[in-house]
């Protein structure tokens, strides 16, 4: 279970000994969870971010777009800069050292997805995902073998032509994978860092990543067999019917953020953007289903898709896809979500009312 302790509630009063009876057998969260774990004799996984910190608050740190535009998403820097990175770093080793802990699960080490935009108009601003072309990652794109010129004239080209200007296309195709691949390796590297950081304090850790799923992963530079043998623990994030606007990460939410975004290729019919977004996700979705039917929700055979997905890539890891605690057919996503291999199942996030109501059929598929 993610989430469970509120980090000012005193951990007596929280789920932990429930949900021990229930028969669940960790924890993922801050201190305050570890600890309540801890208490009840749950095993205990911390869980920690990624470019964030008390010194880049200022705007100076934001990732830019493609128009050198500042963008906030998901309250992150530019994904690249060298102080961020080695201060989420010096984080994780701490965290590391924190007493009884199986190991540490490292979220939002990524680049912007289309949903990871702050709220305008009712929308995630897709512009967001448009980033980052700072300096310091035209830089960086450059010592890693990149053309950033290029890089960043084709993602101008996406851009135009997401917002109905007359650009072919199909000329910034090989500029558009690079960029995608820049966001790989860049992403990459810093997980492979934090899993040597946790390794260097104690090699017995567990090491875990809260990672989008095969649907969405490549998008954000999150590459599941880069991280063979580095990373223990992958928990995809197979939200399918999240409720709220804002909702990265979430399958329902990005997809149609991101079908949304395919609106202004003017040059595409309705059919063709679904033919576009099934060919960019490798779901299939199928013609009558449109933004506001895919922002409702998936059709729960996707739990059971995106795990298998994970499962072929990730030979040798424990795989934990963590699903919605208030998914309206909680038992079908437990079973669906097993069906397609996954060792264990996570929940996001922990809520009193839903444990009470659920807890007889969760007993009956933890002690099955
Ligand atoms: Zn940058």
């Known amino acids: 279970m993610y989430g469970c302790a509120d980090e000012k509630q005193p951990s007596e009063t929280i789920g932990a000994s429930k949900l021990r009876k229930i028969g669940f057998e960790a924890l993922v969260g801050g201190k305050k969870c570890v600890e309540a774990a801890r208490e009840n004799g749950l095993d205990a996984y911390a869980a920690c971010g990624a470019y964030r910190g008390p010194d880049f608050r200022d705007d100076s740190w934001l990732a830019q777009d493609v128009h050198g535009r500042r963008q906030r998403w998901f309250s992150s820097t530019c994904p690249t800069r060298k102080e961020v990175r080695a201060y989420n770093l010096s984080v994780v080793k701490e965290i590391a050292g924190w007493k009884g802990i199986k190991g540490v699960i490292i979220d939002g080490a990524r680049f912007a997805s289309p949903s990871s935009g702050e709220i305008k108009d009712g929308i995630a601003d897709p512009d967001a995902f448009f980033t980052c072309f700072c300096p310091a990652c035209m830089n960086k794109a450059r010592k890693m073998g990149f053309d950033p010129v290029a890089m960043q004239k084709a993602a101008a080209g996406l851009y135009d032509y997401l917002h109905g200007m007359p650009v ?201």
């Not at 994030?237 to 609106?263: F, T």
């Not at 208030?326 to 079908?332: G, N, R, S, Y």
Request: net charge negative.
């Open 168 to 368: 072919r296309i199909e000329r910034h195709m090989e500029g558009l994978y690079e960029w995608m691949e820049f966001r790989r390796l860049s992403t990459t590297e810093h997980l492979l860092d934090f899993a040597k950081t946790v390794k260097s304090v104690n090699p017995d850790l567990k090491t875990g990543i809260f990672i989008f799923t095969p649907s969405l992963n490549k998008l954000v530079g999150q590459h599941y067999r880069d991280l063979a043998g580095a990373m223990d623990i992958f928990s995809p994030m197979i939200y399918r019917c999240y409720k709220e606007i804002s909702g990265p990460a979430c399958l329902n939410v990005e997809l149609a953020d991101l079908l949304a975004m395919l609106q202004g290729a003017k040059d595409l019919t309705d059919s063709d953007r679904i033919r576009v977004l099934s060919g960019l996700t490798g779901l299939v979705l199928s013609d009558g289903e449109d933004t506001a039917s895919i922002r409702k929700g998936l059709d729960i055979e996707v739990l059971r898709e995106e795990t298998s997905r994970s499962r072929v890539q990730t030979p040798g890891a424990v795989l934990a896809p963590i699903i919605e605690f208030d998914d309206p057919q909680l038992e079908e996503a437990l079973n669906k979500t097993l069906e397609g291999g996954a060792d264990a199942v996570n929940f996001f996030a922990y809520q009193d009312d839903i444990l009470e109501a659920q807890a007889q059929l969760l007993q009956k598929a933890a002690f099955s």
